[in-house]
Nanobody, 121 residues
Framework: QVQLVESGGGLVQAGGSLRLSCAAS????????MGWYRQAPGKQRELVAA???????NYVDSVKGRFTISRDNAKNTVYLQMNSLKPEDTAVYYC???????????????WGQGTQVTVSS
């Protein structure tokens, strides 16, 4: 089994910063892409940022220039540095990882439990 544990959420004023972390543990053979999604009340979950094992990144347009995703492959950990936060960034943020648990298995998607980010105006 694979577990993703997120940390770093909280309450911050508009213009402030937060850094989210997500550590994967358990039966991990390899990890392909890792990413962060968010879901605001009444809205669908959306991809915020993703990063491949080689370091290629992509972002949703609304966070470009403000958020930075990075990862430490040795620690199976992905980070999301969030700067210049806006009230519309308020949501539950979920970590996602494509994990292979053995060399003979394909990749499966795993999710963290979510961490609340609230940005006050």
């Amino acid at each position: 089994q694979v577990q993703l544990v997120e940390s770093g959420g909280g309450l911050v004023q508009a213009g402030g910063s937060l850094r989210l972390s997500c550590a994967a543990s358990g039966s991990i053979f390899s990890i392909n892409a890792m990413g962060w999604y968010r879901q605001a009340p009444g809205k669908q979950r959306e991809l915020v940022a993703a990063i491949t094992s080689g370091g290629s990144t992509n972002y949703v347009d609304s966070v470009k220039g403000r958020f930075t995703i990075s990862r430490d492959n040795a620690k199976n950990t992905v980070y999301l540095q969030m700067n210049s936060l806006k009230p519309e960034d308020t949501a539950v943020y979920y970590c996602n990882a494509d994990v292979r648990t053995a060399h003979y298995r394909g990749f499966g998607a795993y999710w963290g439990q979510g961490t609340q980010v609230t940005v006050s105006s």
